[in-house]
């Protein structure tokens, strides 16, 4: 992104305005290994990216968004950890994280975003963490794939779900963090045990070992797993059953569902957001670079529009160059704002399969998917 | 012309009966906490803006989770009053640098 002095300017307003907000609202909070993250709970964490880190394909772990349901289990020694692989299983196994890095190795570009992302755009509001646009980031994760460890343990050919359980465990009678995937997404290639992301092992994302369900919502991605159970029927705990599902018919805003016509999540819509400029960001006038990312789960972004005058006129942004399914685009245009005042920027994605962003996200219950096309206005101010 | 007056009258005796005094909103905070704090931070409740009965909903799931609450109705006119989903969203926290600078090579 050209880095022109007045755009510096602005940056620097802007975070002097972050920063400002951030003293009026922390109370001294501090994660250690994390840049200051917009923080929606302290205890357990679950951290959203402010959008100005989103400038690089892969998002630093650093800056990587938290989500976490129950308190984060006491670090693990990589030497005592044990994976264990049992249920519809020829060859019940305990593997060690030495077992694991044995089998071969794959790296996996992959956009994870929680299911919640953008709950706080949902009207009326719903309960949750009201995420904005950052419960979202891209890695380079690695590790075996989950198919392998499944052949190594002689999963049944009859079970259809794997059950995966993390180390993580809920407090008084709050249920444990337990998801079914089915089993063709399990022994898809890019379905992985991650070792590591960007190169790192951080213990808040859930190392030494994650799952990684490219393309899925990210509460497929379990954390710390500690089992994997091959099995004939879905779990029918919590996670599953009624939360991360969605409504199978639309439903008017602010009325419930019925719980026989909620399904599992699985896939993620197609998406873009903008990063730069920020919500209510006042600029300077002159050449501007509006920028951000675009996803669409298993899909690879074919197109991203952007509209600079409310979504009159829209023109193709720039995107870059790795074009990969599950993998996220960050894409920009140059734009120079013909007179001052307040203008609303929109961005607009298209994936590999047609699908389109739409104007309106449906509404639901629990305030998942939200996947409306972006918004954010700026004010291009005077010549001084 | 007392028609108004006692419209008047009784639209405030209605309010009355639905606005809970301090006392026992000062009840509902003390509880609230109480009841919260063993499994998450405030943070969590405080973000939230939701109507009297999606609070209520999440007193039932709470409940349903093992949750203690001393004066169940005390915390539901405490989240109602001050998270109800007619208050403006609450400002954005941040958290602090917790990156610690480069080390310099020697």
Same mark, same amino acid.
């Given at each position: ?11 620097? *307003? ?6 400002? !907000?951030?003293?009026?609202?922390? +109370? ?34 650093? *800056?990587?968004?938290?989500?976490? $349901?129950?308190?984060?289990?006491? #670090? ?21 994280? *030495? ?22 755009? $949902? ?20 590790? =075996? ?9 002689? %999963?049944?050919?009859?079970? *259809? ?78 996670? !599953? ?6 409504? #199978? ?18 896939? !993620?819509?197609? #998406? ?11 600029? %300077? ?65 298209? +994936? ?9 996200? =449906? ?22 | ?106």
């Amino acid at each position: 992104m050209p880095y022109t002095r007045r755009r510096l300017f602005a940056t620097l *307003a802007s975070a002097a305005a972050a920063s400002q !907000m951030a003293r009026g609202a922390d +109370d001294g909070i501090t994660i250690p290994g994390k840049r200051p993250m917009i923080v929606h709970n302290d205890r357990p964490e679950d951290l959203e990216t402010p959008v100005r880190y989103f400038d690089t394909w892969l998002t630093p772990v650093e *800056a990587f968004f938290v989500r976490q $349901h129950l308190p984060r289990p006491s #670090k693990i020694d990589p030497e005592a950890y044990r994976l264990n692989v049992n249920g519809m299983v020829a060859k019940p196994l305990e593997l060690t994280l *030495a077992d694991l890095k044995k089998l071969p190795q794959f790296t996996v570009p992959a956009t994870i975003e929680c299911t919640g992302n953008g709950r706080a755009f $949902h009207t009326p509001k719903v309960p949750g963490i009201q995420w904005m646009r950052g419960a979202i980031g891209n890695a380079e994760w690695r590790g =075996p794939r989950v198919g392998d460890i499944l052949k190594m343990a002689g %999963a049944n050919s009859s079970a *259809a779900f794997i059950e995966v359980d993390g180390a993580d465990t809920g407090v008084a009678s709050t249920p444990d963090f337990v998801r079914s995937l089915p089993m063709n997404k399990a022994m898809h290639p890019a379905t992985i045990l991650a070792l590591s992301m960007n190169g790192q092992t951080p213990d808040i994302h859930g190392f030494p070992a994650r799952l990684i369900v490219p393309g899925w919502d990210g509460t497929s991605s379990v954390k710390w797993v500690i089992r994997i159970s091959a099995t004939a029927q879905a779990g029918t705990g919590f996670f !599953m059953n009624p939360g991360y599902r969605y409504p #199978k018919y639309a439903l008017p805003p602010g009325t419930p569902a019925k719980p026989a016509e909620l399904e599992v999540i699985e896939g !993620m819509p197609v #998406k873009s957001c903008i990063a730069a400029p920020e919500e209510q960001e006042k600029i %300077a006038p002159g050449p501007l670079t509006v920028s951000g990312f675009a996803w669409a789960g298993e899909n690879a972004i074919e197109r991203v529009e952007v509209s600079t005058d409310g979504g009159s006129r829209w023109r193709d942004a720039q995107l870059s160059p790795q074009k990969l399914p599950f993998a996220w685009r960050l894409w920009s245009l140059e734009w120079r704002p013909a007179d001052p005042g307040y203008y609303t920027l929109m961005s607009r994605a298209t +994936d590999t399969a047609g699908r389109v962003q739409p104007i309106v996200s =449906p509404w639901n219950p629990s305030g998942y998917l939200w996947n409306a096309i972006d918004r954010v206005g700026i004010i291009v101010e005077k010549t001084a | 012309m007392r028609k108004p007056i006692l419209l008047g009258a009784a639209a405030l005796a209605g309010f009355a009966a639905f606005a809970a005094d301090q006392a026992t909103l000062d009840r509902g905070k003390k509880d609230a906490d109480l009841a919260c704090l063993p499994c998450h931070s405030l943070r969590l409740v405080q973000s939230q803006r939701l109507s009297r009965s999606a609070w209520n909903k999440e007193l039932d799931k709470m409940t349903g989770w093992g949750c203690k609450m001393t004066d169940r109705e005390a915390i539901l006119e405490y989240l109602v009053a001050n998270y109800g989903d007619d208050k403006p969203p609450s400002p954005p926290a941040m958290s602090k640098n917790g990156v610690p600078p480069p080390q310099r090579k020697q």
